[in-house]
């Protein structure tokens, strides 16, 4: 177990751009989640520490299983990037269940479902645009009624990381989002209600 060492109590949880990367593999849309791995790391610059984490999607079907990866700022020099990491993080335990401020450490997050909405974003690799999945939101009471991502195009990367909200993501072996668009909802559409999943629960109404 490794402590976040970040004060959530008087932090607003943050209700959209969770920000990612990583491959193209799950279409855009609101997915089930649990954390099976996480630790804190040094970031690549050395001058601050990321959680950084391994999500599996649980959501029965074409990407059940898919793993997502994704690091959210803990400290940074930025007071930009490090507020926003920790609004992040505060919207993560939230959406896994967890009063405000509650969410403390890696071991909490281990196998606690959430809901997050996936999106799709674009990136250069070796002077080419690449496309990657994104978390765009971890969805709890506070964003619970937008919609999930549609099928806009893919968002432009910023290319500064110091200038985003700092939850990265990646998966693998799943079919090209251009050729499956199949969701949670066993292969219909994603849903593009108000209501929190299509009537799926949500981790955070659980009464334990």
Same mark, same amino acid.
């Given at each position: 177990?490794?402590?976040?060492?970040?004060?959530?109590? &008087?932090? &607003?949880?943050?209700?959209?751009?969770?920000?990612?990367? %990583?491959? #193209?593999?799950? #279409?855009?849309?609101?997915?089930?989640?649990?954390?099976?791995?996480?630790?804190?790391?040094?970031?690549?610059?050395?001058?601050?520490?990321?959680?950084?984490?391994?999500?599996?999607?649980?959501?029965?079907? #074409?990407?059940?299983?898919?793993?997502?990866?994704?690091?959210?700022?803990? *400290?940074? #020099?930025?007071?930009?990037?490090?507020?926003? %990491?920790?609004?992040?993080?505060?919207?993560?335990?939230?959406?896994?269940?967890?009063? /405000?401020? @509650?969410?403390?450490?890696?071991?909490?997050?281990?196998? $606690? =479902?959430?809901?997050?909405?996936?999106?799709? @974003?674009?990136?250069?690799?070796?002077?080419?645009?690449?496309?990657?999945?994104?978390?765009?939101?971890?969805?709890? @009471?506070?964003?619970?009624?937008?919609?999930? =991502?549609?099928?806009?195009?893919?968002?432009?990367?910023?290319?500064?990381?110091? *200038?985003?909200? $700092?939850? *990265?993501?990646?998966?693998?072996?799943?079919?090209?989002?251009?050729?499956?668009?199949?969701?949670?909802? %066993?292969?219909?559409?994603?849903?593009?209600?108000?209501?929190?999943?299509?009537?799926?629960?949500?981790?955070? /109404?659980? *009464?334990?």
């Amino acid at each position: 177990m490794a402590d976040f060492g970040v004060n959530l109590n &008087d932090v &607003d949880a943050a209700t959209s751009n969770a920000s990612g990367g %990583g491959g #193209p593999i799950i #279409p855009r849309g609101r997915y089930g989640f649990q954390i099976v791995e996480g630790e804190i790391k040094q970031n690549s610059k050395k001058n601050g520490d990321n959680y950084a984490f391994k999500a599996e999607c649980t959501d029965e079907g #074409p990407f059940f299983k898919s793993f997502v990866y994704g690091t959210i700022v803990l *400290s940074n #020099p930025s007071a930009w990037a490090q507020n926003n %990491g920790h609004a992040q993080l505060q919207a993560l335990g939230m959406a896994m269940g967890f009063g /405000k401020g @509650e969410f403390t450490n890696t071991d909490m997050a281990l196998y $606690q =479902p959430f809901v997050a909405d996936i999106d799709i @974003e674009i990136y250069k690799k070796d002077g080419q645009d690449k496309e990657r999945n994104v978390f765009a939101a971890f969805i709890h @009471e506070g964003n619970a009624n937008t919609e999930p =991502p549609s099928e806009k195009a893919p968002a432009a990367l910023a290319g500064n990381d110091n *200038s985003r909200a $700092q939850t *990265s993501a990646g998966n693998t072996s799943q079919p090209n989002p251009s050729t499956a668009r199949q969701t949670q909802n %066993g292969g219909s559409a994603p849903s593009t209600g108000g209501a929190a999943a299509g009537g799926r629960a949500m981790p955070w /109404k659980r *009464s334990a």
